[in-house]
């Protein structure tokens, strides 16, 4: 499985970006897909989550309510909406997939995301 992420940018505080992550080998709909973000200095955090179908989401609390990921399994795509962007979301974001369990098993490359303030 290849990830490919795109979408980042330099954006001023409180606009909003939209990451994709399109997937290519395997079967995109059964694979849960994860989105992480890794600040300078920092460990690679979690930040959202989708089960196959959409069955079950899950959001970091530091982005409850300004995040929204979604799927698109005709398009091997996942996204992540993120509105109200604030100086502290700076960071690489990272897509996952999970084929099994709670862990990841592939990674994609990464997409810078800077907010100035």
């Known amino acids: 499985v290849q990830l490919q992420a795109s979408g980042g940018g330099l954006v001023q505080a409180g606009v909003s970006l939209r990451l994709s992550c399109t997937a290519s080998?395997?079967?995109?709909?059964?694979?849960?897909m994860g989105w992480f973000s890794q600040a300078p200095g920092k460990e690679r955090e979690f930040v959202a989550a989708?089960?196959?179908?959409?069955?079950?989401?899950w959001y970091a609390d530091s982005v409850k309510g300004r995040f929204t990921i979604s799927r698109d399994d005709a398009k091997n795509t996942v996204y992540l909406q993120m509105n109200s962007l604030k100086s502290e979301d700076t960071a690489v974001y990272y897509c996952?997939?999970?084929?099994?369990?709670?862990?990841?098993?592939?990674w994609g490359q990464g997409t810078q995301v800077t907010v100035s303030s």
């Open positions: 989708i089960r196959r179908s959409g069955t079950s989401i």
């Open positions: 996952a997939v999970g084929l099994d369990g709670m862990g990841y098993d592939y």
């Open positions: 080998g395997g079967t995109f709909s059964t694979y849960r």
